[in-house]
């Protein structure tokens, strides 16, 4: 199957998305599944999964560049032209497509969503230190902002700076500016907006809480990323929508929950832009029945190709002829163990 996707794409230039999944959370993972994606059909090209016994240190946190390049690698081993490559921030990705050879034609841009994600979080935990609590109201609106600039500076990385920057005259009340000195002028793309139409009250200028959002705008680490997200896409954010899609498909005839009399349940729901509560049924809860369907009809696929009953030979670059286990040094005997090993009862 692989082969005639890579045939079907020969001698074309591609797209790629590309991200990886560990086998747990947080840093204890032991695999590390990563995938390569041509991103106009979402038509997956290359898998790879890394276990932890094969990179430096036996660190899960570096199994992700490992996945990439791997991937990338089999990639460009085949008569594919890969043209931009689009990953989240991970920052030894980054370091390896700015400084391996074999990457010099390639593109690197970074998901948007991620990026957005990130300023949004930056945002809200500043807005937990005392006296900047109005921020939090901002975050969604400068993640949003974030997504605007990426749209709109067609490629241009200063003209992305130049609008990004605009979000700390905004939030003070002001919608024109000066740039370059004063030689030209900066201003926002909405319309007037009427004291119905603000939801947010405006800060101001210079304070504790406006200087906090300016670290976080103007920080050069982050404005020096931006180089990445300057070809505008929503991969991540249009892949989550369809997921939403079939969730909410498979759920849509849910039934209102009822308490013990028999009546329908409701909970009070407030909204911020009619400032009024009101009540919302609560529904059975989801199921996610259509998960085994899914499943199901992903093996009876697998069936068709003749793959599931194959003898799989170990190969070479199995992680188990590495070692038995995850551990950095030999396991003693189990006698020594016991002998050591002290109870606190």
């Not at 945002?123 to 109201?137: F, M, P, R, S, Y």
Request: charged content about 30%.
């Amino acid at each position: 199957m692989r082969q005639r996707l890579v045939n079907e794409r020969k001698n074309k230039e591609i797209l790629l998305t590309a991200d990886a999944r560990n086998d747990s959370p947080g840093h204890c993972a032991q695999y590390c599944t990563y995938t390569i994606t041509d991103m106009e059909d979402k038509v997956i090209l290359q898998q790879d999964v890394v276990d932890v016994r094969e990179v430096e240190g036996r660190k899960s946190t570096n199994m992700e560049r490992v996945g990439f390049e791997r991937g990338m690698d089999a990639i460009l081993s085949t008569e594919i032209i890969a043209k931009e490559v689009i990953t989240d921030g991970h920052t030894g990705i980054a370091s390896l497509m700015s400084h391996c050879e074999k990457y010099a034609d390639i593109v690197h841009q970074r998901d948007v969503w991620h990026g957005g994600k990130n300023i949004g979080k930056k945002v809200a935990n500043v807005a937990k230190e005392k006296g900047d609590e109005d921020l939090l109201q901002w975050s969604g609106a400068v993640k949003n902002h974030f997504w605007y600039c990426s749209r709109l500076c067609n490629g241009n990385v200063n003209d992305f700076k130049d609008l990004w920057r605009g979000i700390l005259h905004h939030v003070v009340n002001e919608h024109e500016w000066p740039i370059d000195d004063g030689k030209s002028a900066g201003k926002c793309g909405h319309d007037p907006l009427s004291d119905e139409e603000r939801e947010k009250p405006w800060l101001e200028k210079n304070s504790k809480v406006h200087k906090a959002l300016q670290k976080i705008v103007l920080s050069k680490r982050f404005l020096n990323t931006f180089l990445y997200f300057t070809n505008f896409r929503y991969v991540g954010y249009k892949l989550r929508n369809q997921l939403a899609v079939i969730d909410f498909n498979s759920h849509r005839n849910r039934q209102p929950c009822k308490n013990a009399a028999g009546e329908i349940v409701h909970r009070g729901q407030y909204s911020k832009r009619t400032k009024q509560w009101r009540p919302v049924t609560v529904l059975q809860p989801k199921d996610y029945g259509y998960i085994p369907t899914l499943i199901v009809k992903i093996f009876e696929e697998q069936l068709k190709t003749g793959n599931v009953n194959r003898k799989i030979v170990r190969g070479a670059d199995d992680p188990r002829n590495i070692a038995a286990n995850i551990a950095v040094m030999p396991r003693p005997s189990i006698e020594h163990l016991v002998q050591v090993h002290k109870s606190r009862f």
